[in-house]
Each structure stands twice: as structure tokens, then as C-alpha cells.
């Protein structure tokens, strides 16, 4: 890792089985970004207590989130891969910052009005305060870029927001992160509804293809992929759920819309849906294969997570013990 690199923070919750919308919409476009930045990306578990987990379910899906960095192309020792609930500086930070947040701003927040209004039953003061989380995360290590989804782009301001307020009270503490103007991921859309975003939350399993499913399972997702009735070969808004896979055919075989079209001109939506299938099952193989492999290996992940627990927090401590400077409390260590 070069330290003379800037600083590019980014991570994704272990909340459920990962999907293809995470993989090309993220993942697959930090592979390679070490070369330019010190990269940091963590398993953001502390994030998933949002929503009531299933104890073992949640961990063994914090292991797999970590084990699908590696099989991705993330290198361990070229970037700092790590467990978020295991640098405790993640809390600490969080609480401190909640003390220079208002109310008002968390409330201006849509993903907290749109997670109440799925989770209306726990409306949770986690689920509320979530941006200030998210912003310890990425100010602890001093952070110069973030990759954000557009979701997520609201965050990041209230991020720099409360960046700025303390850095005008104690001086120049933190760094302001800016949003990562790089290579734009694809945004991949549920197949069952091509207006809502394919997430791993979705209730109906065939909304998303998630990265370990079998190709089997991948082929009867695909077939049933919501489209029309216009029975027109065409890339446009008019037709979303086409649109949708055509989006995800390109992302996977790197085409552009024009080539796709002209490729299955002539052709039905089933022969649409058929090639797509294979193209997704060719680029989740060898990610597939080499998750078994490391599912093999306890003592390989037991390590990654503890040395790399260990480079995060030697990270975070830093700045964590500049802000209690700062802001008087006492250190007796
Ligand atoms: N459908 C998508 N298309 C493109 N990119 C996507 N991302 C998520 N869904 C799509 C990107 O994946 C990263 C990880 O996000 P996260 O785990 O922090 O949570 P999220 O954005 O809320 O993703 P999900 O899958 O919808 O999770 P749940 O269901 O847990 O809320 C982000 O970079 C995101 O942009």
C-alpha cells in the first residue's frame, strides 16, 4: 500500500447475499484503484444492526462479504480489507460526531425516510443516526475520495458538513472527502420491477441474482425477468425491463447499447434473456471458484481479518486520539 497515495474510503454491508447490482455497480470497479489510491474497504457490519439480524447468519455473512473482496480481485495486503465492528474506533468516533450533528439535518435525510417506511415496525434511533456512523467511517481515516452511488450522495455531503463544522471549531482535524470521480459503475435494476434498484433486501429472491447462485438458478432468474408485451428489439425508457438487461449484458461483456441491439436484432426476448444468462454466469464463475477455495481455508480469512483489523485501526487511532485532543478529553493511556 503507498502512503504517499491518496486516501479512498468505500464498503458494504453485510446484511444478506450480495448481488450482481452490487458487484458491477461497485465491487468489480475497485479492483485495480490501489495502484493510484491507499485503499480502505470495510465489511460494515456495525451499519447492518440497522435491520435485526439472525446471529449466525450475520456472521457467517460478514466472513463471506470479506471472502467475495478477495475472490473479486481485492488483494489483502494492497489494501485494507476489514471487519468495521472490529476497530472500535468506528463507535467511538460516531458518538463524538453525534454531538456536532443536528437533528434537523439527520432529518432531511431520504434514506432514513425511506428505510422507517420499509422497517415501520423498527424505526430504530440507529436507522436515524446512520449518517453520522457513515461519516465517522469515512473521516477516521482521513478519507480524500468516496465512491457513492447517487443513494448515497446525500451522505457524503452531511459527511463534509460535519467535517467542516469541526475542523471551523478546532482546525483542520479531519479531511473534507470528496465524491470519487471515477469509472461509473452500472446501476442494475430488480428484474421483477425495473423502477426499484436490485438490492440484497429484496423480499422475492428472483428480483436479484446474487453472486454465489448457480447457473441454474441464474437461468430461471433471467427467464423470468419482467419485460413487455411491445416485442421490439430497442434500448430505451420506454421499455425498462429490456433496458435492464441490456444494461447488465453490457456490464458484463463490456458491449455498448448500440452493439447490443444490433446484436439481437431480428431475435425474441427469450434469446435475449438466454445469452444474458450466460454472460452473467461467465463473469461470476471464477469469482465463484475462488470463494470455494477460500471457503477452504479458515486460518487464510481468520488471518486477513486479524492483520487487517489490526492496519485499519492503527488508522483510525490516529485521528481518534487527535479528536479527543482537541476537543479535551483526557488520555491516560
Ligand atoms: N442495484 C445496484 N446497482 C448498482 N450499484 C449498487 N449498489 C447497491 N445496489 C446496486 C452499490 O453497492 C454498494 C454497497 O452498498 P451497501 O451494501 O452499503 O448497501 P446498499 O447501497 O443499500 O445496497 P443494497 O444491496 O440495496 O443493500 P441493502 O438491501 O442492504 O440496503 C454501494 O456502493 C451501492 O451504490
Same mark, same amino acid.
Given at each position: ?6 486516501? %479512498? ?9 450480495? /448481488? %450482481? ?23 460494515? &457490519? ?8 439472525? =446471529? =449466525? ?5 460478514? +466472513? ?10 481485492? &488483494? =489483502? ?30 432529518? +432531511?435525510? /431520504? ?15 440507529? %436507522?436515524?443516526?446512520? !449518517? ?46 470528496? !465524491? ?33 447462485? &448457480? ?8 427467464? +423470468? ?14 421499455? =425498462? ?14 458491449? /455498448? ?39 477452504? &481455508? ?20 490516529? /485521528?481518534? +486520539? ?12
Amino acid at each position: 500500500m503507498n502512503k504517499d497515495h491518496k486516501v %479512498l474510503y468505500s464498503g458494504m454491508q453485510a446484511t444478506g447475499n450480495l /448481488t %450482481l447490482g452490487n458487484y458491477l455497480g461497485a465491487l468489480k470497479n475497485w479492483v485495480g484503484l490501489a495502484d493510484e489510491y491507499e485503499c480502505y474497504y470495510g465489511v460494515m &457490519d456495525l451499519h447492518s444492526l440497522t435491520v435485526r439480524q439472525d =446471529p =449466525p447468519a450475520f456472521r457467517a455473512h460478514a +466472513r463471506e462479504l470479506m471472502m467475495i473482496y478477495i475472490a473479486a480481485g481485492i &488483494d =489483502p495486503e494492497k489494501n485494507v480489507l476489514y471487519l468495521q465492528s472490529s476497530v472500535p474506533c468506528h463507535a467511538e468516533l460516531a458518538w463524538i460526531l453525534n454531538c456536532y450533528t443536528y437533528i434537523g439535518e439527520l432529518q +432531511r435525510m /431520504t434514506q432514513f425516510k425511506d428505510k422507517s417506511a420499509k422497517h415501520a415496525d423498527n424505526v430504530n434511533a440507529g %436507522l436515524f443516526t446512520y !449518517p453520522v456512523l457513515m461519516a465517522a467511517d469515512i473521516l477516521l481515516y482521513q478519507a480524500d475520495v468516496v465512491p457513492v452511488g447517487k443513494d448515497q450522495l446525500q451522505h457524503l455531503e452531511i459527511t463534509r458538513d460535519i467535517a467542516q463544522r469541526f475542523n471551523g471549531i478546532y482546525g483542520d482535524v479531519f479531511t473534507v472527502p470528496e !465524491p470519487y470521480i471515477g469509472k461509473i459503475g452500472a446501476r442494475v435494476m430488480s428484474l421483477q420491477d425495473p423502477s426499484k434498484k436490485m438490492s440484497k433486501s429484496d423480499e422475492n429472491p428472483n428480483a436479484s441474482i446474487y453472486l454465489l447462485d &448457480d447457473p441454474d438458478t441464474i437461468r430461471r432468474k433471467c427467464r +423470468r425477468a419482467v419485460t413487455d408485451s411491445e416485442a421490439t428489439i430497442a434500448y430505451r425508457d420506454e421499455q =425498462p425491463g429490456l433496458k435492464n438487461l441490456f444494461d447488465i449484458y453490457c456490464a458484463c461483456t463490456g458491449k /455498448t447499447p448500440e452493439e447490443v441491439v444490433h446484436e439481437f436484432a431480428g431475435c425474441g426476448y427469450g434469446q435475449v434473456k438466454e445469452a444474458l444468462s450466460e454472460a452473467v454466469i461467465a463473469v461470476l464463475a471464477p469469482l465463484q471458484e475462488k470463494v470455494k477455495e477460500l471457503q477452504k &481455508d479458515k486460518s487464510y480469512i481468520d488471518n486477513v481479518m486479524k492483520t487487517n483489523a489490526e492496519r485499519a485501526y492503527y488508522t483510525a487511532n490516529k /485521528t481518534l +486520539r487527535k479528536v479527543k485532543k482537541k476537543i479535551g478529553l483526557t488520555d491516560v493511556r
